[in-house]
């Protein structure tokens, strides 16, 4: 039916890649005896898909979230559904569900059969790709206000911290409630050491007198793909930056604090605990990072060379 004749009220398409088909959202579907579902073990990705100066949508960075994928497979001892196929499978979503303009896709890689502990294990992948747009923080004149969580992050032997693992969320999650409960927009976890680690699903970086910083791997935070992308753009715009074990106190000490992911993008942070952030109204680091990274999203200019690696 040509997009005039669709009656109004009507839902986008929502067609999804499933077991090897394309379906009805509706109809992908785990079984409720999987071990998916008994032990937690499904490994995921999110990655953006961005409308192109020029015309078209293309996925961001996709190379580098298929090799996260890979180690995160590895990593859970799950075996390849076929990955390799995403970036068609991303290809085919995006004619079928009429996306024009910027989107969020999820891989899920999931344990399905049923199954004890010890068994074997039959994976299955899904994918979804869904319109997203910017999220308040970045598009308003907001900061959010974070509150260093007393959850911690898991300790790497506890579970690989590399990993991108739905296992990794439940306490997190805990964490978000809490701190929404107390008046926050969102929390920071923290490591058994006592730095900070990161926030339940983006990146945390601080600028102190223009150097950039993040959380190093061994303090069990994920290997972001726009961490990445964001020390790799630094080394481009001549701005110090590297990972750094950050406690609480060097935290309330930082001129800029920002948090960075997929699905947010950039968010300037306006407050940790009651300490106000001196630099988050002109945010003059995350300012130009952000463009940066839009202009090479939207395919304006010639994108930075990211490598992706579990290891700092
Ligand atoms: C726990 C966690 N940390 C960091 C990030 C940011 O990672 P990326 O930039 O690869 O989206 C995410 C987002 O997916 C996440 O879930």
């Known amino acids: 039916m040509p997009p005039s004749d669709v009656p109004p009220g009507t839902p986008p398409p929502d067609t999804v890649f499933h077991a090897g088909r394309l379906v009805p959202a509706h109809e992908a579907t785990l079984r409720v005896d999987s071990m ?9 990705e999110g990655v953006r898909v961005y409308r192109q100066t ?3 949508v293309r996925p961001w ?4 979230h298929l090799d996260r994928l890979r180690a995160s497979l590895a990593a859970m001892l799950l075996p390849d559904p076929g990955i390799d196929a995403v970036p068609g499978i991303i290809a085919e979503l995006t004619a079928r569900n009429g996306i024009t303009d910027d989107a969020y896709c999820r891989i899920s890689v999931s344990a399905e059969g049923p199954g004890t502990i010890g068994d074997e294990v039959a994976a299955v992948l899904s994918v979804t790709l869904r319109p997203m ?4 923080w970045l598009s308003g004149a907001e900061g959010m206000r974070l509150g260093v969580s007393r959850w911690q992050r898991p300790p790497a032997a506890t579970l690989p911290t590399h990993a991108k ?18 008046g926050y927009d969102g929390c920071l976890l923290t490591t058994p050491e006592g730095n900070v680690a990161e926030a339940p699903t983006a990146t945390l970086c601080t600028v102190h007198r223009g150097t950039l910083g993040t959380p190093p791997l ?14 790799a753009a630094c080394r481009d715009l001549g701005i110090a930056a590297g990972p750094r074990s950050t406690d609480v106190a060097r935290l309330h000490a930082a001129d800029e604090v920002f948090l960075c992911g997929t699905g947010l993008e950039f968010a300037p942070v306006r407050a940790v ?9 002109r945010r003059p680091v995350m300012s130009r990072l952000a463009e940066k990274y839009f202009a090479e999203a939207r395919g304006e200019t010639r994108g930075t060379e ?7």
């Open 61 to 64: 960075l996709p190379a580098q």
């Open 133 to 136: 747009g910017r999220k308040r």
């Open 306 to 312: 990211v490598g992706w690696s579990s290891v700092d």
């Open 273 to 281: 605990d009651t300490v106000t952030v001196p630099d988050w109204e």
């Open 36 to 44: 998916a579902l008994r032990y937690g073990l499904s490994v995921f």
């Open 218 to 231: 061994t303090d069990g935070v994920l290997p972001g793909v726009t961490r990445a992308w964001v020390l």
């Open 54 to 56: 020029a015309g078209g």
């Open 165 to 182: 693992s739905i296992a990794q969320y439940a306490g997190s999650r805990i964490a978000l409630a809490e701190a929404k409960a107390a």
